[in-house]
């Protein structure tokens, strides 16, 4: 009789009872217990952003960064694509049946993030209609495009592995009933001024994970907004933070810090992880900005030496936007002055010097297809 009660009470999950904001009337988070980490968050961040706002050439570096970290975010949720199939595909390169929608589930979150970063720039605020905006990018052709994108989820889900029952759920988000509510109190505390920034994007963050909006893309849509708070924010004025490298490193110190503001109203835990974050992947990031700018000093000598030609620097520049290429591409995609046979023989004299190289031979109608592997190599270390 025990064990038969024991299965009822398992199987009458309830959805969570999820708290509105703010948190700081709460005891459970003294906003100023984060100390010297919430200040090296914000410091770490501005040294990142300044950096970006010095260089002559960050516009080009992001472009390659985005790309990663669309990667990355939908890694963590099982999406398996490589940097480099992601950039081919931009190219015209079919991929493998089984890996289409993997990479136009990537593609997706691209083209989401830099809508939401372009909106923000031209003054559209941080809001629910933003988001949903956003989230109808990131569903469109791709596997959940079918529940309801841009939409509120109007029915009850549960979280856990995939075919787990609701009495194996790791978390039963609120009721549908309640998502409007939830969301307009959300999108007030983000209005809020008065609050560290950082600490505010992480409680942002995990609130809208456990509000759980949508039917689908739910932890996507979160990771994207923590860059576009930031930005509407203006302590980004550069989209420099892709933390999806981190998250994904650390994807079960990631889960388990959010599980643990369900399950015992610890938001300490998230939040402390969450400046960490920001903390070493802003220094991260530094890093490569200057790896990637070394790399782009020394390959304008290389370039200019191996090709002999005016087209050498703005051959540079496009394969630092698109390190994955082909000539028509190249022709289109830029504004390069120069027949397809002049530039594809600068692109065979970078080949002979060992700039570039050959991912596959042309046949037909398919063009040949290059790698900067310069640039590929440092992005994916």
Known sequence: ?????SQRFQMIRKPFNLRKLPLDQRETLPWGDFGSLSFSSLLSLSNLDGMMLASAKADLFWISWLMKEAQLSNEIEGTVTTFEEVMGENVGIVAPLERRDDIQEVLNYHEAMNYGLEEIKNGRP???????????????????????????????????????????????????????????????????????????????????EMIHPFLDGNGRMG??????????????HTPCLYISAYLQRHRGAYYASLAKI??????????????????????????????????????????A?????????????????????TVPNLINQTKVKASKATLLLAVQKLEKAGLVTKISEGRGRRPTVWKFGALVDLIQD
């Open 305 to 325: 030496e191996a090709t002999n030609s005016s087209l050498a620097m703005e051959l540079l520049d496009y394969l630092f936007a698109q390190p994955i290429f």
């Open 126 to 208: 941080f809001s629910v209609s933003l988001i949903k905006s956003l989230h109808a990018l990131l569903l469109r052709g791709a596997r959940g495009e079918r529940k309801t994108p841009g939409a509120w989820r109007t029915v009850q889900v549960h979280i856990g592995k995939p075919g787990s029952s609701l009495d194996q759920a790791s978390y039963v988000p609120p009721d549908p009933l309640f998502i409007e509510e939830l969301i307009e109190n959300w999108e007030l505390f983000a209005r809020r001024e008065d609050l560290h920034p950082i600490i505010q994007t992480a409680v942002l963050h995990a609130q809208f």
């Open 262 to 303: 369900s399950k015992n109203n610890d938001w300490n835990t998230w939040i402390s992880f969450f400046l960490r974050a920001v903390v070493e992947h802003s220094k991260a990031n530094a890093s490569l900005l200057m790896k990637m700018t070394d790399l782009y000093e020394i390959s304008k000598t290389q370039f």
């Open 223 to 236: 990771r994207l907004l923590i860059t576009l708070f930031l930005a509407s924010k203006k302590i980004l």
């Open 1 to 5: 009789m025990l064990n038969v009660t």
